[in-house]
């Protein structure tokens, strides 16, 4: 009888590995897909691809056991060679074949050239053919980056005490209201695709306090512009016992802080390779919603024309306005029209017109929204009832407000902006592995 006892030990070694060994001079196994080949007659530098970047290899004619002309770039293989120090090579060493073994080919030639260092192709075609153009080393680093964000949400604020939750997607009522719902049939029942996990993180905060949640979200907005996905992946949070809404900011500024010095850690490397500069978030300052409307009109000559909400090209000027004052990257945006926030938004006490709330602007665009919420069952009954809504379908969550909730308030981050305004692209679906919009459903 066989056990299974754990990972298992492989001879194959990765570059880390590579790299903290001592091995120069050594005989050593690797595997990995083939990049790019670069043949030059009695010598030949094949390239292969890891999930760390690129380890060039040398053939040589006569001494590597292999007929070079029978591989194909995009090849899946394991080769062996002596490791030797190269500064020219990517990360500084070089494999000299001794023999290739061939794992898997491919059965048609590459659509797109992912050897390039820039795929110079339309994002149309990078979309087209996903599976592909991720392979190239700068479309790959966008998504480790994209990574370290998440996991830097996630390890800030485990350490700050919130318990990860995983909620539904389907449900028979939106926390958000209105007409931007994917609707379907659920056994026969009406249902929809829930626009964030509101609700259910209220809900949670009376179990544990403080929760988070990293899951995709749905708004079926008829719009095709370059900062709005039907489809995507929110990073959310929520919080109890809370003093204020300006709690709320201060971890979000907490998480900022803590994600990017993770970044500058962990994802140097990417960071070159896409050659980012990592914004300041030291200081964050903070603006009233209708000050700051006042600020860009004053100062660039712009009439106000939507008192209740920020106008993209508002949200940009606002960016600047802070760019060009403090030198910030970063600006809340605070105390929001109580006509433009959900029926849960917690008024000002001292004017009702406005709420609790804020976005966060980054560059000149938003990606967080978020404020306290009304923790009172009478005050959000009232609310409800001002608004011409009915209970019907909130049952059980305004149940846990009748059971009594602390004070309390979160955030929702679309980590897809946040990702593009990071590195600087135009698109948010430069930042999306596979977006979905108004006219793509695939891959």
Same mark, same amino acid.
């Given at each position: 009888m066989e056990f299974i006892t754990g990972v298992a030990k492989k001879d194959t070694l990765e570059i880390s590995e590579i790299l903290a060994g001592d091995y120069e001079g050594k005989t050593i196994k690797v595997n990995g897909a083939v990049h790019t080949i670069r043949d030059m007659g009695d010598v030949a530098f094949v390239v292969l691809r890891k999930r760390e970047g690129l380890l060039q290899c040398v053939y040589?004619?006569?001494v590597t056991k292999f007929d070079l002309k029978t591989l194909k770039e995009a090849a899946?293989?394991?080769?062996?060679?002596?490791?030797?120090?190269?500064?020219?090579?990517?990360?500084?060493?070089e494999l000299r074949l001794n023999t290739i073994r061939i794992l898997s080919e491919p059965t048609e030639q590459m659509p797109l050239q992912i050897s390039k260092w820039k795929l110079k192709t339309s994002l149309e075609a990078k979309l087209n053919y996903r599976p592909v153009s991720l392979r190239n080393v700068r479309e790959r680093a966008k998504f480790r980056i994209q990574e370290g964000i998440v996991r830097g949400f996630r390890d800030f604020l485990y350490e700050q005490?919130?318990?990860?939750?995983?909620?539904?997607?389907?449900?028979?009522?939106?926390?958000e209201g209105g007409a931007n719902l994917f609707k379907l049939e659920y056994f026969h029942r009406p249902a929809i695709l829930?626009?964030?996990?509101?609700?259910?993180k209220q809900m949670m905060v009376g179990v544990f306090d403080r929760v988070f949640e990293t899951a995709p979200v749905f708004r079926a907005e008829k719009h095709n512009t370059k900062r709005h996905l039907n489809e995507y992946t929110s990073l959310d949070f929520e919080m109890?016992?809370?003093?204020?809404?300006?709690?709320?900011m201060a971890m979000e500024t907490g998480f900022l802080q803590y994600t990017m010095a993770l970044l500058q850690k962990e994802y140097s490397r990417e960071l070159k390779i896409l050659g980012v500069t990592l914004p300041n978030t030291d200081k964050i300052p903070c603006v009233r919603f209708d000050v700051a409307k006042k600020q860009v009109a004053e100062k660039y000559n712009r009439e106000i024309r939507n008192p209740y909400d920020l106008e993209p090209e508002e949200e940009a000027l606002i960016g600047q306005y802070y760019k060009e004052e403090c030198d910030a990257d970063f600006v809340f945006v605070t105390h929001y029209p109580s006509k433009k926030r959900p029926f849960y938004a917690m008024d000002d006490p001292e004017d009702k017109t406005y709420t609790l709330s804020f976005d966060l602007l980054y560059h000149g665009l938003?990606?967080?929204?978020?404020?306290?919420?009304?923790?009172?069952?009478p005050e959000l009954l009232t609310k +409800?009832?001002?608004? =011409?809504m009915t209970e019907e379908g909130m049952e059980q969550y305004l149940s846990a407000f009748k059971h009594g909730m602390p &004070?309390?308030?979160?955030?929702?981050?679309?980590?897809?902006?946040?990702? +593009?305004?990071?590195? =600087?692209?135009?698109?948010?679906?430069?930042?999306?592995?596979?977006?979905?919009?108004?006219?793509?459903?695939? &891959?």
């Open positions: 040589e004619e006569g899946t293989v394991e080769v062996e060679g002596v490791l030797a120090k190269e500064d020219r090579a990517p990360n500084g060493v005490g919130f318990t990860e939750i995983h909620t539904p997607k389907l449900g028979a009522k939106s926390a829930q626009q964030s996990p509101q609700f259910y109890g016992y809370i003093d204020g809404f300006e709690d709320i938003e990606i967080t929204t978020g404020g306290q919420r009304i923790h009172s069952y +409800m009832e001002e608004r =011409g &004070p309390h308030g979160g955030l929702g981050i679309g980590m897809e902006r946040l990702t +593009m305004q990071l590195l =600087g692209e135009e698109n948010v679906r430069e930042t999306t592995l596979f977006p979905r919009d108004m006219s793509r459903l695939e &891959p």
